[in-house]
């Protein structure tokens, strides 16, 4: 998809070709002066006459009509050079991207050195680009009556640079992009179609494509080992369940395991707690854990980094039948401790109990486990940020480093003894699955944290940030991707 070349002439032929535009410049530079002089000044004419945009994430087309070799220039305003960061950055390629989308070009070209900063490198900024060109193009294949007509793609890109780290960052943003759009594909895929039997089938396609192990638990299994919070929420469905867990081994001995652990609800109905009929159908996105977690999965897979990584899905779905659980059933869980369901939509830390469970046992010696937990989050947070749980702040640091080199939004909810003991007031079993309405987002990852005991954990979720009812620079509304770059990115510093 991606060329790199060292020098750009104003003599190139190309179909489109990208420049950055500043918005602190007294007069234009480097290429843009090059190709006003060309214009005879008449760029700098129609910037005077706001005819071409220097604000921030602003996309003006030119038409050239043969006076330099490219037949269309996109001029991308960035703004005050001071005042750009890495994600404006990264949106406004997104933004030209769809422009060029929408247009249906199939080539482009961009002077990847019009877009520096003191801040950012041109590894970093090719990595931004290739993430962009890959997420801000993205739709979903849906089921709608197709027309003839040629679908047509961005395929070709020539990036002028002379950096040698370009193509490096070129391939980690393409890789980047690659695991959000997997995320976003499984994640806006209606709940007939993905069940857990499909969600065990695409971890699987992806661990085969890139030589990594799995293993699929069946119900039977998870009897014979005492998976019972799991299998309680699966009594609803006629799907049966599946623990989906896959192994990359980045390392020559199988040590320091890093445990990926996602979400793997297809669809849920809230069981007898059933949820309003409104909206309903954006259930099929509670799922949007295992999303992220295989995205990664496809990032780590292309980038291959030194990490032994664990890959670990409980996956289900929560509806109601005869056999379904119900407010009061008492349910032991795979680490021996009981669980007394008092809302059956609080099902997510009943499946993720176990996968963590399951992870430990598989030698997991760090957890981050990825959920649209709680409409709790949702209140407190909003839907541009993913709370976040720990028992361990140096391993937090590492996961929000991380979040933070990628331009995601985490916020650190507090786990104080008052809210642990809320999950003790149970007359009947170890633990409560539902305490009510106060603290809901901390009591709910501090649940699944009850599980992971004093193995470093971090918990995300993600109810708030997986599903987006509007567009974006980056992308469709629908599925997001969430936390994919966080994990990724995890998954190569890991130390």
Known sequence: MFTVKANWNKDKAEEALLIGIWSDHKKLEGIAAVLDE???GHITELLREGDVSVMAKSVTKLHTFGIVGAKRLYFIGLGRRAEATYESIREAFGKAVQMLKREKREKAAIVLET???????SEKL???????VVAGSYAFENYKERSNERDKKLTEITVYSSDSQTGAGLSTGHAFGAGINTARNLVNTPGNLLTPKDLARAAMEIAIKYGMEYEILEREDMERLGMGALLAVSQGSDEPPKMITVKYKGRDTWDHVLALVGKGLTFDSGGYSIKPGANMHEMKSDMGGSGSVLGAMEAVGRLKPKTNLLFVIPSSENLINGKAMKPGDVFTSLSGKTIEVRNTDAEGRLILADAITYAKEMGADYLVDVATLTGGVVVALGDCTTGALTNDEVFFKQVSQSAGHEGELLWLLPSHQPFKDMLRSSDVADLNNSTGRLGHAITGGLFVGEFAGKTP??????????YSSKPSNLGPK???GVMVRTLARLAMNFK
């Open 38 to 40: 060309a214009f005879n």
């Open 115 to 121: 877009f520096e900063n003191d801040r950012l490198s």
């Open 126 to 132: 090719a990595h931004a680009f290739a993430e962009a």
């Open 457 to 466: 954990w971090v918990h995300l979720d993600i109810a708030g940030t997986a």
């Open 478 to 480: 629908g599925a997001t």
